[in-house]
């Protein structure tokens, strides 16, 4: 049962335009969201989260929003850059349970 | 703000040995999780220590093990090493749940290769 789908596994986006990174989940209870972006052999970084009750947050380049009746939430990136380049995974939080992560979405920015 | 620290970076050890890998997170967190990353099963959650106590725990089974000290300061257990349990190991640490702005950072984990 996977409650956090991020169902493209790829995704190419030219440098200075917007990459629009999608997740929906299936769980109406999820109070948190999270963005994280990896590298191979590296641990997850983290980039932004949402709460359940704001239907976005933006923190420099990266923006998420939250449309809770669709239980869907993208991650927003303007301007593309090409160390954007990585996987990135959104993760969901229901109080103090462990995260639930999403599958992850290839990014690749194109000079 | 210091980020989340892990040692060793690297381990290496063979079938049948135990190893303690440890973490320091982030100055004020008092949530730390542990998770496995393999290129096959991805990042699979271990267990996760708020203020001492073992608060969730992953599918794995009990030779792997771990504990929180009173300054958050953390380490896992694994004992009796399998081929397996090579991967990469990874900590994080997270503020309150509850709070407006729910982070959880990871700490750059320890490689642990089993021969």
């Known amino acids: 049962d996977q409650q956090v789908k991020q169902n493209s596994p790829s995704l190419s986006v030219q440098e200075g335009r917007i990459s629009i990174l999608n997740c929906d989940y299936t769980?109406?209870?999820?109070?948190?969201f999270l963005w994280y972006k990896k590298y191979p052999a590296e641990g997850p970084t983290f980039l932004i989260s949402?709460?359940?009750?704001?239907d976005k947050n933006e923190d420099g380049r990266f923006t998420v929003f939250l449309n809770k009746s669709a239980k869907h939430l993208s991650l927003h990136i303007v301007p593309s850059q090409p160390g954007d380049s990585a996987v990135y995974f959104c993760?969901?939080?229901?109080?103090?349970?462990?995260?639930?992560f999403g599958k992850g979405t290839r990014l690749s920015v194109i000079a | 703000k210091a980020g989340v620290t892990q040692t060793p970076r690297y381990l290496i050890k063979t079938r049948g040995q135990q190893v303690t890998l440890s973490c320091s997170p982030i100055?004020?967190?008092?949530?730390v999780s542990w998770y496995q990353q393999t290129p096959g099963q991805g990042l699979q959650f271990l267990f996760e220590?708020?203020?001492?106590?073992?608060?969730n725990k992953g599918n794995f089974p009990g030779r792997f093990s771990g504990r929180q000290f009173s300054n958050s300061r953390s380490e896992m257990n694994v004992s009796t090493l399998e081929l397996g349990d090579s991967a990469l190991y990874l900590c994080?640490?997270?503020?309150?749940?509850?709070?407006?702005?729910?982070?959880?950072?990871f700490g750059p984990g320890t490689r642990l290769t089993v021969t």
């Open positions: 993760a969901a939080a229901r109080g103090n349970t462990p995260l639930v």
């Open positions: 769980n109406s209870m999820f109070d948190y």
């Open positions: 949402i709460s359940s009750i704001k």
């Open positions: 100055s004020g967190h008092r949530s």
């Open positions: 220590y708020f203020s001492e106590t073992q608060r």
């Open positions: 994080a640490s997270s503020t309150f749940p509850g709070t407006d702005n729910y982070e959880q950072y």
